[in-house]
């Protein structure tokens, strides 16, 4: 019986093997059969199935925060917002209040679901969901990092300022800055 | 010598070494020593160094082009605005109309550069570079796509329903919609 996705139908998977793999990453190997009889070996990232969350807190009605990292992808610092994996179990609501604490040293009771988006479909399954968090109160928890993140304070009035700014690139960030600028719009 | 990223300084790299291989994936992991003298080991993904393009084609002043193609990543059919990776050799804009053509059967002497992002810097090097297409005309080239991709034609009065259909989840494709939207309103 064939799969569907929306109105389209599915390619087969002939077959499904695991080709590589590290402490983190686990690479899949798929024979694919599409409905016009093309053949294709693709590969993607097998998921962690754990998905991640992504905040944007107001610090208050007028300034966000972000934060500055170490990335080892592109083994630059980058400006973002505060995001990290959900841990097993853990609901998107629990893991956004969790790394806000850890990241940035504020909880909240008060989290608006913004969107969820995918990272690439093409070759993982790494969906992100983006929260607003307000009503922030002083709360930290210790987690992982190896140094303390630098948390930068931004006025809402200059949000379109970071769009420019040369160290503001993560496609996630980017999305969910203009979603808030949407969302401000609409209030 | 420390190197700097910004006005900060990067952790050094005390070794790097390749852990993991597959067709298209390479996997390295980076002994890490940060300025406050934390060591962490890291894994993420050597890049191949390609960078992406993706392109908001306008059919006409009023009419976007999407393709629905298969995401082997979900195992889904997924839709978003037209993309594929620069070859070696090739510019940003020379990729953005060579897929152009292969997806969608147009070319354009009139790409407008919209914004750069990067995928997600924490584990992988890869850029994409967002471009708008004007004034296409018909041009059709050869691709490997396994089967013909599905072009969807969308108003631009109505890009804002986009946001809601349930296979439009790329975060590039969102933030390349945002952006178009921002673009739009500048003009």
Redesign the interface.
Known sequence: MSKT??N?T??I?HQRAE???????R?E??D?E???G???Q????A?SGRGAVMMVPFADDNHILLV???????????LGFPKGLIDPGETPEHAANRELQEEVGYASDNLTFL??????????????HIFIAQDLFPQQLEGDE??PL?VVSWPVEQLDLL?SQ??F????S??AL??VE?WLRSK
């Open positions: 996705s929306g389209k599915l390619p998977i080709v590589a793999r590290s402490k983190i990453f690479i190997s798929l694919l599409f409905t016009n093309a053949t294709r693709y590969e993607r990232m998921g500055r990292e170490y990335a080892a992808g592109t083994h630059s610092y980058e969107h969820k988006v995918q990272m690439a479909p093409t070759f993982f399954n790494s969906s992100m190896p140094e630098e769009l040369p160290d690139t993560e496609a996630r980017v999305a203009l979603l949407r």
